[in-house]
Nanobody, 120 residues
Framework: QVQLVESGGGLVQPGGSLTLSCAAS????????LAWYRQAPGKQRELVAH???????NYDDSVKDRFTASRDYAKDSLYLQMNSLKPEDTAVYYC??????????????WGQGTLVTVST
């Protein structure tokens, strides 16, 4: 069984910074791409940042130059450094992983989400 667990969400003032973490655990054979998604109230889930197995990243235009995704291969972890946060960044942030599990099935896994609120 594979689990993705996010942490690091919370309340932050506009202009502030926050770092999200996502740890993968369980019966993992290999982790391929990892990504951060977010879902604001009343909106569809959207891709925020994507990082390939080789470390190549791409970002949604709304977060470019403000957010940085990174991964720690030794710890099977994904991070999202968020700077210059805006109220419109308020959302539940989800970790997503393309993972090959020990049951020999490769598929997408999702974390439970962590809430980020940007407000005064």
């Amino acid at each position: 069984q594979v689990q993705l667990v996010e942490s690091g969400g919370g309340l932050v003032q506009p202009g502030g910074s926050l770092t999200l973490s996502c740890a993968a655990s369980g019966s993992i054979r290999a982790i391929y791409a990892l990504a951060w998604y977010r879902q604001a109230p009343g909106k569809q889930r959207e891709l925020v940042a994507h990082i390939t197995n080789s470390g190549l990243t791409n970002y949604d235009d709304s977060v470019k130059d403000r957010f940085t995704a990174s991964r720690d291969y030794a710890k099977d972890s994904l991070y999202l450094q968020m700077n210059s946060l805006k109220p419109e960044d308020t959302a539940v942030y989800y970790c997503n992983g393309d993972i090959w599990a020990q049951d020999d099935i490769r598929r997408d896994y999702w974390g439970q989400g962590t809430l980020v609120t940007v407000s005064t």
